[in-house]
C-alpha cells in the first residue's frame, strides 16, 4: 500500500465547499467531494459547521459505527492523514480482548482472577475468538440479513476444528478428535471449555444465527449418544460432527410446548418399522435438516425416533421475530415408515429420555444469553460515552448512570451463578447433573433470561429512537430487544422452570425442618 499524503488541519479548512469538501475523521483525511450527493443522510449533514473542511471525529461517531469507516467503498475515499496525528480508534484484532469495563468476564480482565479457570482455558479463548471473528463473524452478520442458513463452506472450517462436537460437552464422543488445532486434549476439555465457547458465539449481535450455528446438533445428538445402539451411533454420528448431515430435535408442537407429555405426534409398530403420524413445530434448524429426533406417542407410552427426511417427511419455515437463518420449520409427518432399528432407547421411555436432555440445552441457552447481554453492557458504555446530549457526554445525566449500574450488576450476578453451576457440572456424573442439577439449572435460566429482558429494555431507553432501528449505531440493540424473549422461551418457558426449580426444592425439604 502506497502511503498516505501528510496535510495539515490548515490544508484541511480549505475544502469546505459544494464540489470540494474534505474532512477528518480520527487522523484520517477523506475527500467527500463526489460522494456528497451520495451520502444517505444527504449532503447537508456534511456540509453543516464542525463537519466541511473540519476534523469530524465526534460528529462521526455520534452518527455511525467504526465499522462504517472499514466498509471499502468508504475506505477508498481516503486520500492521506494528518501530519503528527496517528490512528486511536481501532477494532479488536482477532483474539484480542476488550478493555471497556465488565465488557469481558472478571477472569478475562488484566489483574482479576478466578478459581475456575485454568491456562489452557484462556489458551482456548483466545484461539476461539480469532477464529470466530475471521471465519464465523462475516457468515453471521450476512445470514441474520439476509435470513439464509449457513453455508457448507462455513460449516466445513467450523467440523476441521471439531465445533460440533465440543458444543455437545464433554464425554466419550470426543475421543480420537483434534480440539480446536489440538489446543486442548479431548480428555482435558471441560465444560468450562465450551461455556468459553457458547458465550463466545453470542458476542455479533446475531441471535437467529446463534441457533442457525448447528444448535440442532446440540440438541438432537445427545439422545442418539447417550441412548442410541453402537450400531446408531456408527451409522448417523459421524456424518452429523463433520457437517455432511444436519439433525434436528423435533419435540415441540402445536399442541405442546412446555407440556411436553401433550405431544400427539403417534408412532404405529407395523412389523420392522413404526408408522410417524403427526406434526411438529418451531424446530430449529428444521428447514434444512436430514434427520430429527422425534418424540412420538404409542400404545404404551412415549418413544423416541430417529427419523430420516423423506418424500412423507416435510419442513416448511416459520416465520417468527428473529432471522430465518434459524431454520425454525414446521415439520409435517405423514405416514412417515422409520425402520424399528432407529429407536433411541426403550419404548415407553421416551419421556424420560426428553427430560434427560433438557439440563444441558437449558445451560447452553443461559450461557450464550450471558455472553450477548455482556456484549450489550459493552454497547451502552461506549455508546453512552461517545453520545453527546445537552452539550455532555449521556453518562453524564444520572438517570443513565444508573441504568449502566444496574445493567452491569445483572450481567455479573448471572456470570457468577452460570459459573458456579458450570463448576458443579464438571464435578458431577451426568446421572449426577439430572438428579441434582435440574432445578438449579431451571432457577438459573430463569433468572438469565428475565435479566437479559430487563437490560435489553434499558438498552433500548439509553439508544433512544437508535435502538428500535435494525441498521446502523444500535442495530445491536435492536437485534437483541427484538430477540432475547426467545432465551426465555427455548428449552422451557420461564414461569414453568421457575416452578420445576422451586417443586425439586420442596422435594428435598428436610421433614424435621421449623422455624
Same mark, same amino acid.
Given at each position: 500500500?502506497?502511503?498516505?499524503?501528510?496535510?495539515?488541519?490548515?490544508?484541511?479548512?480549505?475544502?469546505?465547499? &459544494?464540489?470540494?469538501?474534505?474532512?477528518?475523521?480520527?487522523?484520517?483525511?477523506?475527500?467527500?467531494?463526489?460522494?456528497?450527493?451520495?451520502?444517505?443522510?444527504?449532503?447537508?449533514?456534511?456540509?453543516?459547521?464542525?463537519?466541511?473542511? @473540519?476534523? $469530524?471525529?465526534?460528529?462521526?461517531?455520534?452518527?455511525?459505527?467504526?465499522?462504517?469507516?472499514?466498509?471499502?467503498?468508504?475506505?477508498?475515499?481516503?486520500?492521506? #492523514?494528518?501530519?503528527?496525528?496517528?490512528?486511536?480508534?481501532?477494532?479488536?484484532?482477532?483474539?484480542?480482548?476488550?478493555?471497556?469495563?465488565?465488557? &469481558?468476564?472478571?477472569?478475562?480482565?488484566?489483574? +482479576?482472577?478466578?478459581? +475456575?479457570?485454568?491456562?489452557?482455558?484462556?489458551?482456548?479463548?483466545?484461539?476461539?475468538?480469532?477464529? !470466530?471473528?475471521? #471465519?464465523?463473524?462475516?457468515?453471521?452478520?450476512?445470514?441474520?440479513?439476509?435470513?439464509?442458513?449457513?453455508?457448507?463452506?462455513?460449516?466445513?472450517?467450523?467440523?476441521?476444528?471439531?465445533?460440533?462436537?465440543?458444543?455437545?460437552?464433554?464425554?466419550?464422543?470426543?475421543?480420537?478428535?483434534?480440539?480446536?488445532?489440538?489446543?486442548?486434549?479431548?480428555?482435558?476439555?471441560?465444560?468450562?471449555?465450551?461455556?468459553?465457547?457458547?458465550?463466545?458465539?453470542?458476542?455479533?449481535?446475531?441471535?437467529?444465527?446463534?441457533?442457525?450455528?448447528?444448535?440442532?446438533?446440540?440438541?438432537?445428538?445427545?439422545?442418539?449418544?447417550?441412548?442410541?445402539?453402537?450400531?446408531?451411533?456408527?451409522?448417523?454420528?459421524?456424518?452429523?460432527?463433520?457437517?455432511?448431515? +444436519?439433525?434436528?430435535?423435533?419435540?415441540?408442537?402445536?399442541?405442546?410446548?412446555?407440556?411436553?407429555?401433550?405431544?400427539?405426534?403417534?408412532?404405529?409398530?407395523?412389523?420392522? &418399522?413404526?408408522?410417524?403420524?403427526?406434526? @411438529?413445530?418451531?424446530?430449529?434448524?428444521?428447514?434444512?435438516?436430514?434427520?430429527?429426533?422425534? !418424540?412420538?406417542?404409542?400404545?404404551?407410552?412415549?418413544?423416541?425416533?430417529?427419523?430420516?427426511?423423506?418424500?412423507?417427511?416435510?419442513?416448511?419455515? #416459520?416465520?417468527?421475530?428473529?432471522?430465518?437463518?434459524?431454520?425454525?420449520?414446521?415439520?409435517?409427518?405423514?405416514?412417515?415408515?422409520?425402520?424399528?432399528?432407529?429407536? !433411541?432407547?426403550?419404548?415407553?421411555?421416551?419421556?424420560?429420555?426428553?427430560?434427560?436432555?433438557?439440563?444441558?440445552?437449558?445451560?447452553?441457552?443461559?450461557?450464550?444469553?450471558?455472553?450477548?447481554?455482556?456484549?450489550?453492557?459493552?454497547?451502552?458504555?461506549?455508546?453512552?460515552?461517545?453520545?453527546?446530549?445537552?452539550?455532555?457526554?449521556?453518562?453524564?445525566?444520572?438517570?443513565?448512570?444508573?441504568?449502566?449500574?444496574?445493567?452491569?450488576?445483572?450481567?455479573?450476578?448471572?456470570?457468577?451463578?452460570?459459573?458456579?453451576?458450570?463448576?458443579?457440572?464438571?464435578?458431577?456424573?451426568?446421572?449426577?447433573?439430572?438428579?441434582?442439577?435440574?432445578?438449579?439449572?431451571?432457577?438459573?435460566?430463569?433468572?438469565?433470561?428475565?435479566?437479559?429482558?430487563?437490560?435489553?429494555?434499558?438498552?433500548?431507553?439509553?439508544?433512544?429512537?437508535?435502538?428500535?432501528?435494525?441498521?446502523?449505531?444500535?442495530?445491536?440493540?435492536?437485534?437483541?430487544?427484538?430477540?432475547?424473549?426467545?432465551?426465555?422461551?427455548?428449552?422451557? $418457558?420461564?414461569?414453568?422452570?421457575?416452578?420445576?426449580?422451586?417443586?425439586? $426444592?420442596?422435594?428435598?425439604?428436610?421433614?424435621?425442618?421449623?422455624?
Amino acid at each position: 500500500m502506497m502511503p498516505h499524503k501528510e496535510f495539515t488541519l490548515d490544508d484541511i479548512a480549505r475544502h469546505h465547499k &459544494e464540489g470540494d469538501l474534505w474532512i477528518v475523521i480520527d487522523s484520517k483525511v477523506y475527500d467527500l467531494s463526489r460522494f456528497a450527493d451520495l451520502h444517505p443522510g444527504g449532503a447537508g449533514v456534511l456540509y453543516a459547521e464542525g463537519v466541511a473542511g @473540519k476534523d $469530524a471525529t465526534q460528529v462521526f461517531f455520534g452518527l455511525h459505527r467504526l465499522e462504517v469507516l472499514q466498509r471499502p467503498q468508504y475506505a477508498r475515499l481516503q486520500i492521506g #492523514v494528518i501530519r503528527g496525528q496517528t490512528e486511536t480508534i481501532k477494532p479488536l484484532g482477532p483474539g484480542e480482548l476488550s478493555l471497556v469495563p465488565y465488557a &469481558e468476564p472478571t477472569w478475562l480482565t488484566p489483574g +482479576y482472577f478466578s478459581p +475456575y479457570y485454568s491456562d489452557n482455558h484462556r489458551k482456548f479463548h483466545k484461539a476461539m475468538r480469532a477464529f !470466530l471473528m475471521e #471465519v464465523v463473524q462475516p457468515e453471521a452478520i450476512r445470514c441474520e440479513e439476509n435470513g439464509k442458513r449457513i453455508s457448507q463452506e462455513v460449516v466445513d472450517k467450523l467440523s476441521e476444528i471439531n465445533f460440533l462436537a465440543m458444543r455437545l460437552g464433554p464425554g466419550k464422543h470426543l475421543k480420537g478428535l483434534t480440539l480446536m488445532g489440538g489446543i486442548v486434549k479431548p480428555e482435558e476439555y471441560d465444560y468450562f471449555h465450551e461455556l468459553i465457547l457458547n458465550t463466545e458465539i453470542a458476542r455479533f449481535g446475531t441471535r437467529a444465527f446463534v441457533d442457525g450455528l448447528l444448535n440442532g446438533g446440540v440438541i438432537a445428538l445427545p439422545p442418539v449418544l447417550n441412548f442410541g445402539t453402537l450400531e446408531q451411533r456408527a451409522k448417523f454420528v459421524p456424518d452429523i460432527l463433520a457437517g455432511k448431515k +444436519y439433525i434436528s430435535l423435533a419435540v415441540s408442537e402445536a399442541f405442546a410446548g412446555s407440556d411436553v407429555s401433550g405431544a400427539q405426534t403417534v408412532a404405529v409398530r407395523d412389523g420392522d &418399522e413404526w408408522i410417524v403420524t403427526g406434526t @411438529k413445530k418451531w424446530i430449529t434448524n428444521g428447514t434444512f435438516s436430514d434427520y430429527f429426533t422425534t !418424540l412420538c406417542k404409542t400404545d404404551i407410552g412415549f418413544v423416541v425416533l430417529l427419523v430420516e427426511r423423506s418424500d412423507a417427511v416435510s419442513t416448511k419455515p #416459520v416465520k417468527t421475530s428473529y432471522s430465518s437463518t434459524a431454520g425454525t420449520a414446521f415439520v409435517t409427518f405423514d405416514k412417515a415408515r422409520v425402520p424399528v432399528a432407529n429407536t !433411541l432407547g426403550q419404548v415407553g421411555k421416551g419421556m424420560s429420555i426428553v427430560l434427560s436432555n433438557f439440563n444441558h440445552e437449558r445451560w447452553m441457552v443461559t450461557a450464550t444469553s450471558l455472553g450477548a447481554q455482556r456484549l450489550v453492557v459493552e454497547e451502552c458504555l461506549k455508546w453512552t460515552n461517545q453520545r453527546i446530549a445537552f452539550g455532555k457526554p449521556l453518562h453524564a445525566q444520572a438517570v443513565i448512570r444508573a441504568k449502566l449500574a444496574t445493567m452491569i450488576s445483572r450481567v455479573e450476578t448471572c456470570q457468577a451463578w452460570v459459573e458456579n453451576i458450570t463448576h458443579q457440572m464438571n464435578n458431577m456424573s451426568y446421572q449426577e447433573q439430572s438428579d441434582k442439577l435440574a432445578g438449579p439449572i431451571a432457577l438459573l435460566k430463569q433468572f438469565v433470561s428475565k435479566a437479559g429482558r430487563e437490560t435489553a429494555e434499558d438498552a433500548t431507553q439509553i439508544f433512544g429512537g437508535r435502538g428500535i432501528t435494525v441498521t446502523g449505531m444500535g442495530k445491536v440493540i435492536e437485534n437483541y430487544h427484538r430477540t432475547s424473549p426467545f432465551d426465555a422461551i427455548l428449552a422451557g $418457558a420461564e414461569d414453568v422452570l421457575g416452578d420445576l426449580g422451586v417443586r425439586q $426444592a420442596i422435594r428435598r425439604m428436610p421433614r424435621n425442618a421449623r422455624l
